[in-house]
């Protein structure tokens, strides 16, 4: 499931609806996405007639106090943000040129076959999906990798999204942490349950991220994450369904980075000094003559101090280098030796 090697998580740039009714423009995105140093770009593979109905009342409508979609019907909204299925090979093919892994979330059966024509290398699960058992389990019966997302899920839910796949032959799953909001609040991200379903599903697991920034993805990193999925786009001030809650390039870079920097930075619990500190290794205190002293003067805290760097005996034996006489001359900066003592 990677296009390259790397240390952190395989970082998904979600698309989504950030063409804003341009392929020139999705195109850019994805030029921008393979800049940025991200592994995979991902679109959505549906229709406003294959996701819903042409019906106007308020079951089919979002609710009137959504930040970004009040009132929209469904039918509205989704004509405005999907991909047209002509679309698909191009950015698929720029995508595998570029040396991202390309691939999609199919919304109905019709989706799986036109996405199976098109090659893809592996499929996700979209959050409000995970009770679409029959599509999840045709996904899994393509035998591609597959990611589900478990925003709106009950462990219930998941379990039986989990079992679904097993059941169509998928061998390859990951789950991902979602708060299905948007924008969502960091508050709300709950990453403890990536651990969670790890242990009690026997899957990978990874975040779909719809917050604000990059700060929670940074932490599902270091908590195991093996994917991470964000929406991108080029300019949140161009406008669009999801633009609010997108990355732009220059910070899905950042986000690739510091995933790295996370995962690199759990190391080992077994090491605790090492190399890399070996500098200050030799800058911790000891003890040194603060004042010059001649053979027979008698040390003290006036003459002996605890001060950086190390050279000289351990500043725990100050107590018994107090009192004793010193068997040679010593200049102020002569590390503190039981040599040097009577």
């Not at 059941?167 to 990453?191: E, M, Q, R, V």
Request: charged share 20%; glycine share 8%; net charge negative.
């Amino acid at each position: 499931m990677t296009a390259t090697t790397r240390t952190g998580p395989m970082i998904v740039a979600e698309i989504s609806g950030n063409h804003n009714g341009s392929l020139e423009r999705a195109l850019e995105i994805v030029r921008a996405v393979a800049a940025a140093g991200a592994h995979a770009v991902k679109i959505q593979t549906y229709t406003a007639d294959t996701i819903t109905l042409d019906v106007d009342s308020p079951a089919f409508r979002v609710s009137d106090g959504h930040e970004l979609w009040g009132n929209r019907t469904l039918h509205d909204l989704y004509s405005e943000a999907y991909t047209p299925w002509e679309w698909h090979k191009p950015i698929f093919d720029l995508a595998k040129e570029l040396g991202l892994l390309a691939f999609s979330t199919p919304f109905d059966e019709t989706a799986v076959d036109f996405l199976e024509s098109l090659e893809v290398p592996l499929y996700k699960i979209a959050s409000l999906e995970i009770v679409d058992l029959p599509l999840i389990k045709q996904v899994a019966e393509t035998g591609k990798p597959m990611i589900l997302s478990v925003g709106t899920g009950s462990i219930s839910e998941v379990a039986d999204a989990v079992e679904a796949a097993r059941a169509g032959g998928a061998t390859d799953i990951t789950l991902l942490a979602c708060t299905s909001s948007y924008p969502a609040l960091p508050d709300d991200a709950n990453l403890l349950r990536m651990p969670t379903m790890k242990a009690m599903f026997d899957v990978k697991v990874g975040l779909s991220d719809h917050t604000m920034g990059i700060g929670v993805s940074v932490a599902a990193a270091a908590l195991g994450a093996t994917v991470i999925e964000k929406h991108v786009t080029l300019r949140r001030a161009d406008g669009g369904v999801d633009s609010a809650f997108s990355l732009e390039p220059e910070e899905l870079k950042q986000l690739v980075d510091e995933c790295d920097a996370a995962v690199r930075a759990l190391g080992s619990a077994s090491e605790w000094a090492s190399s890399a500190e070996n500098e200050s290794l030799r800058l911790r205190p000891s003890l040194y003559i603060s004042a010059d002293v001649k053979a027979g003067d008698v040390a003290s805290h006036e003459n002996v101090r605890s001060v950086r760097p190390s050279g000289g005996l351990p500043p725990v034996e100050i107590d018994r280098v107090i009192g004793r006489t010193f068997a040679a001359d010593a200049a102020l900066g002569t590390p503190v030796s039981w040599e040097l003592l009577g």
